[in-house]
């Protein structure tokens, strides 16, 4: 079964880079990196997953990782997650995630169908 989202082909390959990305950054360099993309169909939409090992999100910083600026990383300017929520927005899309310390995160991104 096909299903396609209308959404601009070069910001959604920022999105999924971005979010591939900071789900191998997150995994500690000792450690092996699983990371896991998944996508299904639920109902009028596309969601796509993208789940990681890594250190998890600490609750103090939550609610600040789609904010501009912000960034718990030692480079970088902090716009990656502000720019990737932007574009599913402007998509008329949802991104959210789930996360727990040491075990890993997942982002989740829900696009409508077309």
């Known amino acids: 079964e096909h299903a396609y989202a209308m959404a601009n082909a070069e910001q959604m390959t920022s999105v999924f880079n971005n979010l591939i990305k900071n789900a191998l950054q997150s995994v500690a360099p000792e450690k092996e990196a699983v990371i896991k993309c998944s996508l299904r169909l639920d109902g009028d939409n596309i969601e796509i997953a993208v789940a990681d ?3 998890g ?3 103090e910083v939550q ?3 789609f904010r501009p600026n912000f960034t718990t990383k030692s480079t970088g ?3 990656g997650l502000a720019i990737v929520k932007t574009i599913i927005v402007n998509a008329q899309g949802e991104i ?3 996360t727990e310390l040491e ?3 997942t982002f989740h991104v ?3 169908k077309v």
Request: proline share 10%; hydrophobic share 40%.
């Open 57 to 59: 999100i600490a609750p």
């Open 77 to 79: 300017m902090g716009l």
């Open 110 to 112: 829900r696009l409508p």
């Open 53 to 55: 090992n890594g250190r």
């Open 63 to 65: 609610d600040k990782i």
């Open 96 to 98: 959210w995630f789930e």
């Open 103 to 105: 075990k890993g995160t």
